[in-house]
């Protein structure tokens, strides 16, 4: 259980145009979920968090208008990166509260974003 | 603000032997949870062990094994028996209750056949 899917896997975009990548967990309710963005060798680091029905908070320095993140369902959360950069191609990892009770947060696979 | 260090960017074992992993971190708070994850090369973050703090007894997971030391802030990872497969980068991450985790800069961990 407490599976965490991202969608796309991989996804190559034209510098300037936006890109949607979707985050849901599959059997629970996730009422907070988290996206991360990791350099090549790096650590995981927090972009925002984000509560179903409010909006996100975001960390100091993330772009929240670059960044658009909508948590509209206890099972989807979704980020926009709008008028992508070069500098924008990453690796984005979500990851989910876990259900009631648990202490873990559980990761999607990630995505693999690449601006040209 | 809490801080996690891992001062061991890379680290390498003979297949079969044991290895630790070494992380620290800093908190004023006294009710916490560390883990440690596993990210391979398809970059699946997963969880390897998780330890609660109020818990004196260390976490074990089959090969896992951590050596908790509240005092001194320490959480340190050891694999027993090396397999092929734990190689991998590892992070120790810190949890506070706000649920954000706090993360190690990470191991690499080479295991030599």
């Known amino acids: 259980g407490a599976v965490v899917s991202q969608h796309p896997s991989r996804v190559i975009c034209k510098s300037g145009t936006s890109v949607k990548i979707e985050c849901r967990s599959l059997?629970?309710?996730?009422?907070?979920m988290f996206w991360y963005r990791q350099f090549p060798k790096q650590s995981l680091m927090l972009m925002a968090t984000?509560?179903?029905?409010?909006?996100?908070?975001?960390e100091q320095g993330v772009e929240k208008d670059k960044f658009l993140i909508n948590h509209a369902s206890l099972t989807l959360s979704t980020l926009t990166v709008t008028s992508a950069h070069p500098e924008d191609s990453s690796f984005y990892i979500c990851?989910?509260?876990?259900?009631?009770?648990?202490?873990?947060?559980?990761f999607g696979p990630g995505t693999r974003l690449t601006v040209t | 603000a809490q801080t996690v260090t891992q001062s061991q960017p890379e680290m390498s074992v003979q297949e079969a032997e044991t290895v630790t992993l070494s992380c620290t971190y800093d908190?004023?708070?006294?009710?916490?949870?560390l883990f440690w994850y596993k990210q391979p090369p398809s970059r699946q973050m997963i969880l390897v062990i998780r330890?609660?703090?109020?818990k004196q007894q260390n976490a074990t997971e089959n090969r896992f094994s951590v050596n908790f030391q509240k005092a001194a802030k320490s959480f340190s990872l050891k694999i027993s028996d090396s397999q092929l497969g734990d190689a991998a980068m590892y992070f120790c991450?810190?949890?506070?209750?706000?649920?954000?985790?706090?993360w190690g800069a990470g191991t690499k961990l080479i295991i030599k056949p």
């Open positions: 991450a810190y949890r506070s209750w706000i649920y954000q985790l706090i």
């Open positions: 330890q609660e703090a109020y």
């Open positions: 990851s989910a509260r876990g259900p009631s009770g648990s202490y873990e947060q559980y």
């Open positions: 908190t004023s708070e006294s009710d916490y949870y």
């Open positions: 984000s509560n179903e029905g409010s909006k996100a908070t975001y």
């Open positions: 059997d629970f309710q996730a009422t907070t």
